[in-house]
């Protein structure tokens, strides 16, 4: 029988759920057992794919093209799997679903209710995942904190399913903030102990509490969480600060919470094999060079927009040796000057990442011309792709005025043009070139010498491409097209192989990047950044694989 872990949060968002929820994961990961990871987000949208960033962090693209919460990312990193578009439930898809059954008379003589109509759709799609999955354990985070009126009927599930499923079979972790008083110089469990009242108001009682603090509590406080919250001292645990999230697990399993989930899901205790994952930790932490990013994006005052690029760089300066220090960039601040070199001189590469419309275009568009300009390193991811086209239409080919038509449709070069089946779309949510595609790798490439295959498999989140009419204007003119999918109708990469390292993608390679098996798109950045900065006349990078560290072959998940 499958088991279930529902992971909950108190006080306020954010507070690290996720990575406690993959942290669970990995610790029984490494055990033997099988996971996958459902991620509830209690909004009224149906997913994230038209929310801005800013509101609510990054959108992650699966696999089979679920635009989701970005905490599944976080789960695929931590645990090495691929997770499908179902294990995002939000309350916008259960009430769609719901409403869809009545109207078509599904429900006839029947007042449709929260309980049981939606209460029973909510657990309906756990239970398909699980079905779908065949794994041991289903961890299911609720997004959000307890008290919220929108997260009541999942809360209200999770209680049928503890139920339904039986006590050995089901597990409640409830994770809150702990706060560090300056003034008095204490810790304060106070709120802590309020949202465990309000978890168990709704019938839900905490199995494991999870205090969320700047280091490992002392005795006192941890007494008093066992004691107000009705659980066992052995089953509070502290989720503290790390240098890096990838530690959260080990740190963890050594307060005992691997036992303390065994014994609870009456799961054998087999070995648990670290060995692997703290060499790969080891070598995140500890890092011979350095090398200074420039994140010119739209998003730059909230880290979480770009979570998934910070964190394939991250795995590919460990697999290079590398701590990567990333400035993040407004590139309006770029806009109206001759040029940014004051800005980004001090910078070993640039990266201009996804995003969409006008706003900040023309100053990414700088910071592409100061990069190709001065041999400085290179990336661009989507949007960055398409600017680079723009700016390489304007700069070399001589193109005036060339643009992409998302943000000039009056341009006299549109060099970047709708896709042809978007031109008749009019739905904004879940319309765009979504998901994985296979792309065809010119031989003789920088992007061969990275991928190393003919054939790979990236993820896509766009409605825009190379206009096919000035192909070989830009290709006479020096820009190579090193990737395109299956049938040649549809460009994915350029690169400039007289360039340092000048290399873009279509699609969002950060996506399928893991700490352990780090993206080549970026690992060849963050190699080129760092060997152009020690000197050297021309990067030395390897095909994917071939020169990475034993620890960088496998997970061993």
Known sequence: ?????????????SVGKGAVTSSVGKILQVRGFTVTVIKID???????????????????????????????????????????????????QVYWQV??????????????????????????????????????????????????????????????????????????????????????GEYKTKPLQHSVQELRRVGLPPDVIMARSRDVLPD???????????????????????????ELPIILDKQGLGEVVCDRLRLPHTLARWDNWEQIVDTLKNPKHEVKIAMCGKYAELSDS?????????????????????????????????????????????????????????????????????GVPFLGICYGFQLATVEFARGVVGLEGANSTEIDEKSPHPVIDLLPEQRGVTRKGGTMRLGAYPISVKRDSLAWRL?????????????????????????????????????????????????????????????KSRPGRPDPAYYGFVKACLEKKLGKSKPEIPVLGVDYPAAFTTLGS
């Not at 029988?1 to 968002?13: D, E, I, N, W």
């Open 42 to 92: 209690p909004y009224l949208n149906y997913d994230s794919g038209t929310m801005n960033p800013y509101m609510h962090g990054e959108v992650f693209v699966t696999e089979n093209g679920g635009e989701t919460d970005l905490d599944l990312g976080s789960y695929e990193r931590f645990l090495n799997i691929d997770i499908e578009k179902i294990n995002n439930i939000t309350t916008g």
């Open 306 to 374: 770009y979570i998934s690029i910070n964190e394939a760089l991250k795995h590919a300066g460990g697999a290079a040796g590398t701590r990567v220090l990333i400035d993040w960039i407004e590139a309006e601040v770029f806009e109206g000057k001759d040029n940014c070199k004051e800005q980004l001189a001090e910078h070993d590469g640039v990266l201009v990442p996804g995003g969409f419309g006008s706003r900040g275009a023309e100053g990414k568009i700088a910071a592409i011309r100061f990069a190709r300009e001065c």
């Open 1 to 13: 029988m499958t088991k279930y872990v529902f992971t909950t949060g108190g006080v306020l968002s």
């Open 99 to 184: 409403i869809d059954r009545e109207r078509r008379g599904d429900f006839l003589g029947a007042c449709v209710q929260i309980i049981p109509h939606i209460s029973d759709e909510i657990k309906r799609r756990i239970r398909l995942v699980a079905e779908r999955s065949k794994v041991d354990v289903v961890l299911v985070e609720c997004g959000g904190t307890v008290g919220d009126i929108e997260a009541l009927p999942f809360y209200e599930a999770f209680r049928q399913m503890k139920a339904d499923e039986g006590e050995s079979n089901t597990m409640v972790v409830h994770v809150a903030l702990v706060p560090w008083l300056e003034a008095t």
């Open 451 to 511: 991928y190393g295959h003919e054939v790979i498999y990236e993820r896509h989140r766009h409605r825009y491409e190379v206009n096919p009419e000035y192909w070989e204007k830009l290709t006479g003119a020096g820009l190579v097209f090193s990737g395109s999918t299956m049938d040649g109708s549809r460009i994915e990469i350029l690169e400039l192989p007289d360039h340092f390292f000048f290399f873009a993608t279509q699609f969002h390679p950060e996506f």
């Open 220 to 246: 006192g406080p941890l007494r008093k969480i066992s004691l107000f919250g009705s659980v066992p001292l052995r089953n509070v645990f502290c989720s503290v600060d790390v240098e890096s999230i990838y």
